[in-house]
Nanobody, 126 residues
Framework: QVQLVESGGGLVQAGGSLRLSCAAS????????MGWFRQAPGKEREFVAN????????YYADSMKGRFTIFRDNAKNTVYLQMNSLNPEDTAVYYC???????????????????WGQGTQVTVSS
C-alpha cells in the first residue's frame, strides 16, 4: 500500500513557476514508477509526465515539454514537478500517482496507475 500526498499548488501569474511535491508513505517507493496528471473543470484527467523507479527515464506530454520537469528523490520518498512558464491553460488540479513497475516502462494512462493522491490546485492568472 502506498499513500500519496501532494503539496505546492497555489495561485501564480502567467509566466511564473511552481514546484509541486508528492510525498509517499511506505518503504517500497523506489520500486514504483510515478506520474503526474491534471484535471481541469469539465475535462478528463490528462497525463502530464512520468518517471521510472530510478529517475533515469522520464516522459512528458507534448504541451509540457521544455516547461515542466519531473524528478524524484528516493531517499525522501518524494517526486516533484517543476513547472515553469505557466499559462492560464495550465490551471487544474494536479495529481500524483504510483504504478508498480512494468516491463514496458512507466505508464501514461490513468487506469494503469495503482495509487493516487488527493490532488493540489494550481491556478494561473492572466
Amino acid at each position: 500500500q502506498v499513500q500519496l500526498v501532494e503539496s505546492g499548488g497555489g495561485l501564480v501569474q502567467a509566466g511564473g513557476s511552481l514546484r509541486l511535491s508528492c510525498a509517499a508513505s511506505g518503504r517500497t517507493f523506489s520500486s514504483y514508477a510515478m506520474g503526474w496528471f491534471r484535471q481541469a473543470p469539465g475535462k478528463e484527467r490528462e497525463f502530464v509526465a512520468n518517471i521510472d523507479w530510478s529517475g533515469g527515464s522520464r516522459y512528458y506530454a507534448d504541451s509540457m515539454k521544455g516547461r515542466f520537469t519531473i524528478f524524484r528523490d528516493n531517499a525522501k520518498n518524494t517526486v516533484y514537478l517543476q513547472m515553469n512558464s505557466l499559462n492560464p491553460e495550465d490551471t487544474a488540479v494536479y495529481y500524483c500517482a504510483a504504478a508498480a513497475s512494468r516491463p514496458w516502462g512507466p505508464p501514461r494512462v490513468v487506469n494503469e496507475y495503482d495509487y493516487w493522491g488527493q490532488g493540489t490546485q494550481v491556478t494561473v492568472s492572466s
